[in-house]
């Protein structure tokens, strides 16, 4: 942009000397560093702070599968990367022991539940102790929270889709045994429910950057295109400032400055839903202020959307 507006000046100039306007003087032929030196001191290097431009990056909450019950897996019915809905089943584990045990735990039940009716009968005709009764309540009391126990047991052999989304670099199949272990996740699972772009702003150019301001982006996913968007928060933290619980003195430590992340939502609500995951782009953010140099940073951006069909990187 820098180089057009010189080429324009200079043409401009050329044409004004050819027509005989202005006469080539010593003003006139050191005219071109002056504009030069006004564009960058009263447009350009302000348009870093009105309108600050960063790399974008698409993500999304990734679950690591857990299963809540141990046991050898007897189904998988999902496919790698196909979209499911909250709920869809995962993979199932041999419910035989847990519904063997549900069983069990109902039959004690319809005893003790007996007992405590028989025992409450000779209680009421003053025939028996109330102490029996409370005796024989308590063990069904028990015996229901085993049951409820031993049923979500049961139904967790099932394991479910926590949200919208697709399950990545499936290996698990039929046969293998999976434990309740944190450790130890089986699958992983991608949240599409919800979109998250995020943009790596300079801390030199982040200072009037606020929630609610326009966003324009250019993804390389989707070259020629430039998708406009909203600033949802800049995130109050990063890693070189964070201090962490440790039982050692403060160490001293190369301090780097690093970029501020900014949180982006997109107007176009279907099209967040479809960018993969690692998805990047350019995005700039239109703040209040220098709001003259709005114009020439949405130029540049739509010529990087274009050279987005070309350049790799």
Do not use: C
């Not at 403060?250 to 970029?259: D, F, G, H, L």
């Amino acid at each position: 942009m820098m180089i057009a507006l010189m080429a324009l000046y200079l043409a401009l100039l050329f044409t004004l000397v050819w027509l005989g306007i202005i006469r080539l003087n010593a003003f006139w032929k050191a005219s071109p560093l002056i504009v030069l030196l006004l564009l960058n001191i009263g447009l350009f290097i302000p348009m870093g702070w009105g309108a600050p431009q960063g790399s974008a990056l698409v993500g999304r909450n990734a679950v690591s599968i857990v299963p809540s019950v141990a046991g050898e897996v007897t189904d998988v019915p999902v496919m790698a990367n196909t979209p499911l809905k909250a709920g869809d089943v995962l993979f199932r584990i041999d419910p035989t022991p847990y519904d063997a045990q549900v069983k069990a735990i109902e039959a004690q039940l319809k005893l003790a539940s007996t007992r405590l009716s028989q025992m409450t009968t000779l209680y009421e005709r003053d025939a028996g102790r109330g102490f029996d009764v409370e005796q024989r309540q308590s063990e069904v009391d028990q015996l229901k929270a085993q049951l409820q126990t031993a049923q979500w047991n049961l139904d967790h052999t099932a394991v479910r889709a926590p949200a919208d989304g697709y399950v990545t670099n499936l290996a698990l199949r039929k046969g293998a045994r999976v434990a309740n272990l944190p450790l130890s996740p089986v699958m992983a699972f991608i949240d599409t429910a919800e979109t998250i772009i995020a943009v790596e702003i300079d801390q030199i150019d982040a200072r009037y950057v606020a929630p609610g301001q326009e966003v324009e982006i250019a993804f390389k996913f989707a070259p020629g295109q430039v998708l406009t968007g909203k600033v949802e928060s800049i995130l109050q933290a990063v890693a070189t400032g964070q201090t962490q619980v440790s039982g050692q003195a403060v160490a001293p430590k190369e301090i780097a400055t690093v970029p501020f992340v900014v949180r982006v939502r997109l107007d176009d609500a279907e099209f967040a839903r479809r960018l993969p995951a690692g998805a990047t782009g350019t995005a700039a953010i239109f703040t209040d202020h220098v709001k003259v140099a709005h114009l020439i940073r949405r130029v540049l951006l739509r010529q990087i959307a274009i050279l987005n069909y070309v350049v790799p990187f």
